[in-house]
């Protein structure tokens, strides 16, 4: 039973891709029993809480498993093993999340709106709106294949504020596109939070964290290694990453090398519990 308070409980959320060197390897691991392809796991065991109205910023440096994270909670991938229960309607702004590069950008508006279940009254209703908030102008009904990556993103942050969800996503989308739109997106996510929306924050601006977030959950390699208050987390974090950047490529090596020795025992256990 999800209790109502909490909008999103992960638990021991693991994610497992498999690496392969060619396609020949990727042939052989569908067709035959032995495993080809080395297991790389984007997540491993992770576990948190996001209480309703809760704006949790997720920090750590690249392929720490931050947009896969987002990715699973906004059901868009499946996760390998472990829960997420969600409480609410959900949606995920990303850089192009689910556009039809294809289509234009009405087509794309109407056609989001329809899967998510909207009927065509509302749709009606809506569309004004969503293309003001864009601000695309008579590109609205170009192909999205057209626009830039900081158009496409303003698309889908325009859907997907204007469709009111009850946990918003907000995976890199404000880095792209010029700074009048991310003020006024983050104006629109600063409405969202006084209304008590849960949100995801995933950004490396530390500064927009520092301002917008409650909580930080800090991944690192695919695991949680730390989660609390903003005034608490970032400055280790801050510390973390000024010594991260004076490291030589093989003390980083070293450094990943541990933690993925760490996540081997992490996962080892959580197989042991499974059982």
Not at 176 to 196: C, I, N, P, Q, T
Not at 260 to 268: A, D, H, I, S
Request: proline share 3%; charged share 30%.
């Amino acid at each position: 039973v999800i209790c109502m308070e909490k909008a999103i409980i992960a638990t021991n959320v693991t994610k497992k891709y498999k690496l392969y060197k060619n396609t020949k390897e990727r042939l052989l691991d569908l067709l035959l029993p032995k495993e080809y392809g080395e297991d790389f796991y984007a997540l491993a065991g992770v576990s948190f809480e996001a209480e309703r109205g809760d704006v949790i910023g997720f920090v750590g440096i690249n392929g720490s498993g931050k947009s896969t994270l987002a990715n699973i909670i906004a059901g868009i991938v499946p996760e390998t093993s472990g829960t997420v229960q969600t409480n609410g309607e959900v949606s995920l702004i990303a850089v192009s999340a689910g556009l039809k590069h294809d289509l234009t950008g009405r087509d794309n508006i109407e056609l989001k709106l329809l899967m998510l279940g909207f009927s065509k009254e509302e749709i009606k209703k809506l569309e004004p709106d969503i293309i003001e908030f864009s601000e695309l102008g008579d590109f609205i009904d170009q192909p999205v294949k057209s626009y830039s990556s900081g158009m496409r993103s303003r698309l889908g942050f325009a859907i997907s504020v204007n469709i009111d969800p009850d946990i918003l996503i907000i995976d890199e989308a404000l880095s792209v596109g010029d700074k009048a739109f991310a003020e006024k997106s983050l104006a629109k996510m600063k409405e969202f939070k006084d209304r008590g929306k849960t949100m995801i924050f995933v950004s490396h601006s530390l500064s927009q964290m520092k301002q917008f977030c409650d909580k930080i959950l800090w991944l690192e390699y695919g695991m949680v290694k730390d989660f609390g208050p903003v005034g608490e987390i970032i400055p280790k974090y801050e510390k973390f990453i000024n010594s991260y950047k004076k490291m030589s490529q093989k003390e980083k090596e070293q450094y990943r090398q541990e933690a993925l020795l760490r996540q081997k025992e992490l996962l080892k256990s959580l197989q042991t519990a499974a059982t």
